[in-house]
């Protein structure tokens, strides 16, 4: 298994944990009271505000947000970009679900949904660019 440095550790989040990041990164810098909001808009169960509070003061325990205390209502913020997350979040995944092999993965995608005209063009397009570097 390939050994991940430092660079790229970062605590992995939970599912609900990454329901509150997706939040953060759509919406940027956020009170936990505008977090609950949208949580409750996109879900089908509500959420209740003390529950988002709770687990976004876990989150920032776990160095998986940052907190802006400089006015009377704290922002939240996620403590890594996005793009640094989803990257090492998906190479755990692919290490530990498929080997380590890209392409195991992307047939397990292809085979298991259906893949519309566009999309199979854009994959198309991005192995063509790949093959030009």
């Known amino acids: 298994m390939k050994e991940i440095n430092q660079e790229n550790e970062i605590n992995e989040?939970?599912?609900?944990?990454?329901?509150?990041?997706?939040?953060?990164?759509?919406?940027?810098?956020?009170?936990?009271?505008?977090?609950?909001?949208?949580?409750?808009?996109?879900?089908?169960?509500?959420?209740?505000?003390?529950?988002?509070?709770?687990?976004?003061?876990?989150?920032?325990?776990?160095?998986?947000?940052?907190?802006?205390?400089?006015?009377?209502?704290?922002?939240?913020m996620?403590?890594?970009?996005?793009?640094?997350?989803k990257t090492v979040l998906l190479d755990r995944f692919v290490n530990s679900m498929y080997k380590g092999s890209a392409s195991k993965l992307m047939m397990q995608l292809l085979g298991n949904k259906k893949t519309s005209k566009a999309e199979l063009d854009e994959i198309k397009k991005l192995l063509k660019d790949l093959d030009m570097e």
Do not use: F
Request: aromatic fraction near 6%; proline fraction near 4%; charge should be neutral.
């Open 78 to 85: 996620p403590a890594e970009e996005e793009q640094k997350t």
């Open 13 to 76: 989040p939970t599912k609900s944990e990454l329901e509150i990041l997706q939040v953060l990164w759509e919406h940027g810098p956020s009170t936990v009271r505008y977090v609950n909001d949208i949580l409750n808009n996109e879900k089908k169960v509500a959420v209740q505000y003390t529950s988002t509070l709770k687990l976004m003061q876990v989150m920032l325990k776990k160095n998986i947000l940052k907190r802006d205390e400089s006015s009377m209502q704290h922002t939240y």
